[in-house]
């Protein structure tokens, strides 16, 4: 058990529909970074978060967003779903992001169905 | 345009020999390389890394080693227990950070009793 939680599991919804999905971090990490895995390819960076604000981005969809709130759970918002939005949504957090070199911690993963 | 290539998707390896995990890469200003295990319905774990002024890294049974000049790295387990059994991850980072990881596909591991 990695400490970083991630709710819901399971998805299935259908296009043109907006999700959310919520990450909880490990205790006392400020950092969370959200990934998707499509299917047969490795983990893409979406996003990352530091402390509320957001720090880093990679390839992102503008239909996408996501936030970190006060207490550092963050919610990764999915819009005007298409069928090729279905993946494994991995959060992952570490403590500072200033260290070089820190570990990152990933939850189980929520595993979006788009029909 | 994959930066990261893992470019065997499995590997079957006897209990107690040992696996050899590839992963090339083609972008020369990664300079931190970290090696994930997957289990299945469970999130990528942190196993191993290296920074580009080693090449090598020892951590139990797991060395990583890198070649720069190849832009290669590999993960050896020895020896190699059915626990191993997983997907393992490669993955790369510049300027030593950690934001921003780029993975590879994964290879799956399969150890035989």
């Known amino acids: 058990d990695s400490g970083v939680t991630q709710t819901p599991k399971h998805l299935i919804t259908a296009t043109g529909q907006r999700v959310t999905l919520r990450c909880s971090p490990r205790?006392?990490?400020?950092?969370v970074y959200w990934y998707q895995q499509s299917l047969d390819q490795g983990l893409q960076f979406l996003i990352q978060y530091y402390n509320g604000e957001e720090r880093a981005k990679g390839n992102i969809l503008e239909r996408f967003s996501a936030q970190q709130f006060p207490d550092l759970h963050s919610e990764l918002n999915l819009s005007s779903l298409e069928l090729g939005d279905s993946a494994l949504y991995f959060c992952?957090?570490?403590?500072?992001?200033?260290?070089?070199?820190?570990?990152?911690?990933f939850g189980p993963g929520t595993r979006l169905l788009v029909l | 345009d994959q930066q990261v290539k893992q470019n065997s998707p499995s590997l079957s390896v006897q209990e107690g020999r040992i696996s050899i995990l590839n992963c090339d890469y083609t972008?020369?200003?990664?300079?931190?390389f970290l090696w994930y295990k997957k289990y299945p319905a469970e999130g990528p774990t942190f196993l191993i890394s290296?920074?580009?002024?080693?090449d090598k890294n020892e951590d139990g049974r797991f060395t990583v080693f890198l070649n720069k000049s190849a832009k290669h790295l590999s993960l050896h387990i020895v020896p190699s227990q059915p626990g191993d059994s997983a997907v393992y991850f490669c993955a790369a980072s510049v300027d030593f950070g950690n934001e921003k990881l780029t993975f590879g596909t994964g290879t799956r591991l399969t150890i035989i009793p």
């Open positions: 972008n020369s200003m990664f300079d931190y």
């Open positions: 992952a957090s570490s403590q500072g992001g200033t260290t070089r070199g820190e570990t990152q911690y």
């Open positions: 205790s006392g990490d400020l950092s």
């Open positions: 290296i920074s580009s002024i080693k």
